[in-house]
Every structure is written in C-alpha cells, then in structure tokens.
C-alpha cells in the first residue's frame, strides 16, 4: 500500500477544470469581493474634504461714542485669527476653531458624507482617520494568527464561512456606529474576519486543484480582486451626495450570500484526507464523479484511497479504550495523524530552526522587507488616490482597472520566466515608475500637463506593485520545507501588516511633502528588486520537504535567474 494518498492524482483524474472544481471555485472567488469591498472602503468614507473653521456673525459695539473701533477673524483649517484695534492699540491672537470646520467641494459638503466631517476628524483629531485603517491591518494580524490556526484543527469550510459571515454582520454593525471609538473597534473586528475569510478562501481554492496550474488559480484570484475594488466606484459615486452610512450598508448587503454559503461549497479534499475523514471525502468524490460524469473507482484508481479508506474502515471496527484508541478508530495515529502518515512524518520545525540556518533566514529576511515593501506601496497608492490631480472616484477607478494588466503579466510570465524574475521585473518597473512620477510632481510647479503625467507614472506603479503582490504571495510558501510552510508565510504576512499600519499615514505625509510617498516607495522597490537575487527560484522544481534539502537548494541556486528551464527536484513528495 503507498504511504499516501495522491490527491493529485485524485484531481487529474477527475478533470482539472471539471465542471465541480468550476463551481466551487467560483463561489470562492465572489467571497474575494467581500474582502475588498470593506478593506478598500476607507477611501470613500473617509474622504477628506476642504475645510476651514465655521465662521460666526459678529458683535461688536464700541467702548464708548468717542473711541474708534475695529475688530476682524480671519478663518483658516485649524485657526482663527483674531484683530482687534481700539484707539490705535492693535492686537492680534490665535485660537482654535471653537465654532467647528465649514466643509466644503465644490459647493457646501453636508457633514455627514464622510466620517471625516461627521466627527471633525481634521487638525489635531486628522490622525484618527488613518488610525481606523491602521486598526483594520492589526486585526488582520490578529486574524491571521488565530484563524489558520483554527482552518487547519477544524477544517476550511467553517473558518471561512464563520468569518464572512461575522464579516456581513460586522460591515453593517458598522453602518450604525454612533461615535468614532465604536467605528475604530468595528474596523479592527472587520479587519481579523476578513483576514479569515481570505486566507481559508485561498486554501481552500488551492488545495482543489493540482500543483500544475495553482499558480492560474492565483491569477484568478487577482482578477476577482481587481473586479471587486473596481466595483466600489461606481457604488461610492451613486452614495457620493448622501450619509457615508448608506454606503457602508449596500457593500455590506452584497456580503449578505454569506449566509446561505454553507450550502454551496464542500470541505477541502485534502484536509478531509489528511484527518482521516474518508467518509465525508468520499461522500465528495461521489458528488464530484457524478458532476463531472466520472466513474469514482476510475478517478481514485492508483491514488491510495481506497486502501487507505478500508485501512480506515478495519481500525474503526475494533474494540479500543482510552484517547489513543478513539483515534485509531477513526485511522488517526496518537498524534493526530493517519496512521501510515505518522509513520513517515517529517520533523516539525519552529521558528528557532529558522533562525538557526543562516541561508534560510536571509532569505525570510528579504521576503519581509518585500512583503512590508508591497503592502506599504500597494495600499499607500490606493488610500492617497484621492489626493491625486483630477477627479477621485476616476483616479479609485483607474488605480484598479490597471490589475488588470498585471494580472494579464503575471499569467505570461510566471510559468515561463519564472517566479524571482516576475517579481525582480515587477519592483524594477514600479521603482521606476513611482520615483519619475515624484520627480515630475516635484517639478511640475502648477503644470497641469506635468501633474497629469505625474498621475499616468503613479497608475503604472500600482499596477507593477499589483503584479508583485500577487506573485510573491505564491511565491513564498514554495521557499519553505513542508513543516516551516505555514510558519513562513505567516511571519511574511506579519511583516506585511507592519506596511499596512503605516500605508494610511502616507495621505499626511504627501500634504506635508508632495514628494514624500513616491521616493520612499520608489526606493523601496529598488532595494528588494536587488535583493531578491539571493532568493532560489522555484518555478519547475518540487517543494522541498526538510530544512537540509532547502539548505542545499539554496546553496545551488541563489543568485541565479532561470529564466524558461525546466528542472525539478527528484526528491519524493508528500501530496498532502
């Protein structure tokens, strides 16, 4: 009998793109647009209009019939200005805007279209509004820690549609808020529940099909992003005149599918076969077989299930007591596993063995400052596109329509060339890109033609940093050995919400300095293009299953671009 189950084998038989993958991996897909919608959100609710502070009627009297009077205010955003001259003694003092802020577009903006205005979120509350994006990437750090872990005890499915739907009520909670502190803690829910439903979403759509094309399931996945944070402009154009709250209610609606969502898709194949629950795993390759019209001894043939499954069925027929035994009658080892797994299971890592080997906690270190470096520009350009010279809600729109190229890109090259040189050519281009649109703006003085070519260099650096993201988020996982996967990608996603917390400061820095943001994304762009030389490329080669086989693998291929070679490692597989 073959020590495991080949659950590739499995898929391929049953057809790559069979009419049940398609199905369950459309239903995953759409989840994406929930996660965007609300992480994106901010832009519109959060905008930031003109203001000064409120001016007030005046009423003043003379001192006396014989003494000459004047008193003015001047109103700027975060002062008033008072004069005064009374017989010639002049005096001049600042106060704060004691009446409140006058908000205003091109014509008066009523208070309530935007949390900035409805709350006074300017002057020296202005940080609170990037504080509640800061809140979403920290609850995102919180999620991802404690909802993989919880995929992995207690399955896929119920992690993910838990946590969209607690993401459908938490939106809508949010839309009802009555005062900043409870919006703040309503994002940070928003942010660990979305952080659950994409991660489950993306095992769950790659464990569904073989390791062959997972990196065009990536592809798709981005397009689906791309689509649902480009939906969001014409939603917050409809909202634009009207409380930001009926904003917030309709994103919130289209997550309300949620709720019956437990009736569309099944468990992952994988973690079913890797916990021993042949029987629900079988009770889905039956329901697969039938709609993809295959014969189900035909489709499991050679892959091990069935002896697996009887192994299963003989070890649940025997009399035991204790834990131990309760395990062995559902085909699981004392720790957890099958029991044939157990036998052939590869030692567990921890962080203090990643640290231990010098080449593969360089190479974690330069994939953190990637992945710092791609959320920090990513969300940066996204949340400063409404400060960029022309209209807002078609800069929103433009800055996502152009994923689409990337994800166009990525399709072409990412087989092909491979994953280090998409990612090294990807952070060349938005370099590039982000420093020439600085040196434009910096230099434009007023220039519309120059801003506007300033804003075309910007939209080019968010759809190479598109193309980036994407890539090294199927990159990375494939640089570790099986039992350091998780942990590795984890601390990289760690890293990356230290970019996401500092991504919303980026609006106040490019009012401070209109060239601040661009030359610090630019430069870290440069940095990581040159660095991910000493990464391995992993494009047509195996994944590694101990820390010796990723230390020799290091050593052999660091610094090195394959570029279209097609070499694989030797080694033997687990397929769980």
Known sequence: MSEHVDVDKIWISLGKWGYYQKRQLIVLLVAIWSCGFHMLSIVFIAYRPSFECKAVKLNVSAINGTEETYYSRSYGKCSVTHMSNISGDVSVKNTDCADGWYYYEDEAFDEDRSIISEWDLVCSRKELAELSQTLVMIGQGIGAFVFTSLADKYGRKPVHILCHAALFIFALCTAFVPNYPSFAAMRTLLGAVQQGTGLAQAILSLEMFPKEIRGYVEVLGLLFWTTGIA???????IFRNISWRYFQICLACLSSWSLIEWWLIDESLRWLIANGKYEEAKRILLKACKMNKKDFKDVVAGSGFLEHEMKSVKQHNKEHGGMNKKLLSN???????????????????TVIDLVKSKRLFISSMILWFAWMTNSLTYYGI???????????????????????????????????????????????????????????????????????????????????????????????????????????????????????????????????????????FGVMCAIVSVSMLWIPETNQYELPQTLEECETWYKENRLQLPCGRSRRRTEQTIEY
């Open 231 to 237: 939906i969001v402009t014409p939603i917050a154009y």
């Open 331 to 349: 085909g699981l080892s004392p720790n957890g596993m099958p029991q044939e797994d157990a036998k052939s299971s590869i030692k567990a890592y």
């Open 382 to 520: 996204m949340l400063i596109s409404s400060s960029l010279a022309g209209n807002r809600f078609l800069n929103f729109f433009l800055g996502s329509v152009v994923e689409y190229p990337a994800a166009f890109m990525e399709y072409v090259m990412i087989n092909r060339y491979g994953r280090k040189p998409t990612v090294i050519i990807f952070h060349v281009i938005c370099g590039v890109a982000l420093i020439t649109a600085t040196i434009i703006n910096t230099c434009a003085d007023g220039n519309s033609s120059m801003v506007l070519t300033a804003t075309v260099f910007t939209l080019i650096g968010k759809f190479a940093i598109t193309g980036s993201f994407s890539t090294i988020f199927l990159y990375t996982p494939e640089l570790y050995p099986t039992n350091m996967r998780n942990t590795g990608i984890g601390m990289s996603s760690a890293a990356a919400r230290i970019g996401g917390m500092l991504a919303p400061f980026s609006r106040n820095l490019a009012e401070s300095l209109v060239w601040g943001p661009g030359l610090v």
